[in-house]
């Protein structure tokens, strides 16, 4: 072949491998046939949206506030108060498959308007039963406080023997279905809400507009608390009754705050949520930047999801294929060594965490001898920061030092090793139990009382014919706390303004340590003078190892969504989300509860003798349960997350290896090739030619 030959054949070959344009098939939105887009609806929505987030996580806070309350003002032991904690989630869960699922192809913004709506009503219909239960008469306090003590008993004698159908005693159910119906109504906001953000913004701006929401909702539970604060210190019935007559105050365990108040203002600020979402349009035109990257996997899903919706053979048969899918893929999720340690994980330091969270302000309440407003106010002041700030630092340290996931698995474990080992620390800040005569300590003023030893009657007491189901506290000037003035043994009373003081107190006398005339006052007396510095250093490591423990939160994010295939990364996330729910959210807080119910010195007894709330618990008891069981899950969580890192290592080194092997592989086929192609002519090498001629 001459030397013109091969120059044609080359000019052939160039000739024929230039790339064809292909038509172009975007889709492009005309002035004439649509308006511009709009992104003031967006921002509407955006709008919308955190408010919501806003009104529920402050109905959540706000519901955790009260647990105390509830539990006094219905007269029910903890585990039940778990029971109705837990019940948001199972309304949560009743209905979350079929929203997820089939909201999509709806009207989202009106979906999510009608579920705020049911959310408000759910939350109004928490604090209903305050308008049907008779309301705690304070004077009838008043009047017993007053009366000798041989009045004292024919009144309480009389009230026993009158064994009458207590209304209030099953109230309590309107707070549960209330609450199932605030799950329910929870439900659509957040895959819906944020899908529609997600799918009608610009890809740069929609991780910006997530973060927003999100950011509101960790402000939310701040102001639940600090709302539970403040309605802590109304008295229950304000509104109903004469406050001049109360004798006691929120720092008496008698004390039941308005715990109804605040759900009355959280259902309102749901149903005005609503409002907006119902003026919203189904869609919004997508901006031009995100129509114009037709490489966008995002856009080929809504522009292929809209084909398929105008055809119904084709949409059946994708559902077909997806149910198909289903359990090829959840055996893949959980072929996944890392993705199942790493979930259960997650589920025993969520269940660790649930549990300390819901009973952390009874803890205080009772270990430190703090009220329930001042509880719920460092908790929503101080913890919840440390938690928001924990989680933002978190997400700063992965962009900062762009941290694979290795290391996010590393920096998740580390926090919860650290968060615990500080945790472990707090069973040396507690306080002793309070000096309470038959339960404490013996009426000598000797302690402490065993098992066996507590009775609340003796013989100073004896001819008073007292009802030890009775909780009404007084404090000697022994500075032993007494069940009631008529255990004390005191035969009469004087009131000075609100403070009322008992008098010739026989059982005080013979513990006192000085001359007087033996009197004592409403309320139960305070701890011993190194509690408040107790629980000062509580709250210092309280708030660090809140800190610490949500420093891991993103790192952790990050591992479960790299640590699987792309495709299943939304199954993964919704198998997770639903791990956590059933098995910790709803479980945690009544185990827990059944748990610190057992720690209980005093209990309390409705009008017909059955059992009611705790009055009393054993402070040393409550403490060992209470951090020992968040510690043992938290400890068993780190074992599994060991479990992970060292699987996510071996996994991860057995891949480099390959990668280099097959790196190593690919550079001695290209320099054996090169070497080929050296020593041949290009024309006759097809394997030669350049990848551009490849194409031909």
């Known amino acids: 072949m001459d030397t013109s030959s091969k120059e044609n054949i080359q000019l052939f070959c160039k000739n024929a491998v230039q790339p064809v344009e292909r038509p172009s098939f975007k889709t492009e939105y005309s002035p004439s046939e649509e308006k511009p887009p709009c992104c003031g609806e967006l921002k509407v929505f955006l709008g919308a949206l955190s408010f919501v987030y806003f009104a529920k996580a402050l109905a959540e806070g706000y519901l955790k506030s009260t647990i105390t309350q509830i539990e006094r003002r219905f007269e029910i032991p903890s585990s039940l108060v778990g029971v109705i904690d837990g019940s948001f989630e199972i309304g949560n869960l009743l209905v979350i498959t079929f929203v997820s699922y089939f909201g999509a192809r709806l009207h989202r913004p009106k979906i999510i308007g009608a579920g705020c709506l049911v959310m408000g009503v759910g939350t109004l219909l928490i604090a209903l039963p305050q308008l049907f239960m008779e309301h705690i008469s304070p004077c009838f306090l008043e009047s017993n406080s007053q009366l ?23 109230m309590w159910v309107y707070v549960f279905l209330g ?24 890809e740069d701006n929609a991780a910006f507009y997530i973060g927003c929401v999100q950011t509101v909702a960790i402000i939310g539970p701040i102001f639940g608390f600090l709302l539970g604060s403040l309605c802590a210190k109304l008295y229950v019935d304000i509104g109903f009754v004469n406050l001049d007559h109360i004798t006691i105050t929120p720092k008496d365990p008698q004390w039941v705050g308005a715990w109804w108040l605040g759900y009355l203002i959280a259902g309102v600020l749901s149903l005005v949520a609503a409002v907006p979402f119902w003026c919203l349009p189904k869609s919004l035109l997508r901006p031009q930047s995100r129509e114009d990257s037709s490489s966008s996997e995002k856009s080929k899903f809504i522009i292929d999801d809209h084909t398929e919706y105008q055809t119904p053979n084709r949409e059946k048969a ?28 997650s589920t025993l330091q969520f269940n660790s965490l649930f549990g300390m969270v819901t009973y952390k302000p009874k803890y205080i309440e009772q270990q430190y001898g703090q009220s329930p407003s001042r509880a719920n106010f460092v908790i929503g002041l101080i913890n919840i920061p440390a938690v928001a700030l924990g989680i933002f630092s978190g997400g700063i340290v992965m962009k900062k030092f762009r941290i694979g996931i290795f290391g996010a698995a590393k920096i998740y474990l580390g926090s919860s090793a650290l968060g615990y080992l500080l945790l472990l620390s707090l069973f040396a800040l507690g306080c002793e139990n309070s000096d309470v005569a038959g339960l ?17 009657f003796s013989d100073c007491n004896s001819r008073c014919k007292c009802s030890e189901t009775n909780w009404e506290p ?27 003081i008992f008098h010739n107190c026989t059982c005080v006398g013979i513990a006192a340590s000085m001359s007087g005339n033996f009197s004592g006052m409403v309320g139960r007396c305070q701890k011993d003078n190194e509690c408040p510095k107790m629980f000062l250093y509580f709250l210092v490591v309280s708030v660090i190892t809140s800190y610490t423990l949500s420093l891991g939160g993103i790192p952790g994010y990050i591992l479960l969504l790299r640590c699987i295939k792309p495709q299943l990364k939304s199954f993964a996330l919704g198998i997770y989300t639903l791990a956590i729910r059933v098995l910790a959210g709803i479980p945690a807080p009544v185990y827990f509860g059944v748990l610190i119910d057992t720690s209980c010195l005093k209990w309390g007894f409705q009008r017909c003798g059955s059992r009611g709330s705790c009055r009393l618990y054993d402070s040393n008891a409550f403490r060992h349960i209470y951090l020992g069981l968040t510690m043992l899950l938290g400890v068993m969580s780190i074992f599994l997350s060991i479990a992970v890192l060292y699987t996510l290592k071996k996994n991860y080194v057995s891949k480099h290896r390959s990668l280099r092997t097959k790196r190593e592989r690919t550079m001695t086929s290209t320099r054996i090739r090169k070497e080929s192609c050296a020593t041949s002519d290009l024309l006759l090498q097809p394997s030669c030619w350049p990848a551009k001629e490849t194409q031909l």
């Open 148 to 170: 000798p003590t041989s009045v004292m008993k024919k009144a309480q004698s009389k009230i026993n023997n009158e064994c009458e159908v207590d209304t209030s005693s099953s």
């Open 179 to 202: 609450n199932l119906l605030r799950g329910i109504g929870e439900t659509p906001i957040q895959p819906l809400g944020i899908t529609y953000l997600d799918d009608f913004s610009s």
């Open 474 to 500: 007084m404090c000697g000037e022994n500075g032993i706390t007494y069940a009631s003035a008529c255990l004390a043994g005191c035969q009469t009373s004087t009131r000075s303004g609100k403070t009322t």
């Open 440 to 456: 404490t300590v013996s009426y000598q003023g000797t302690k402490p009382v065993s098992y066996h030893e507590r009775a609340l």
């Open 318 to 345: 994708k559902i077909m294929e997806m149910a198909r899918d289903f359990l090829p893929s959840l055996k893949n999720l959980f072929g996944n060594p890392v993705y199942f340690l790493y979930l259960c994980a």
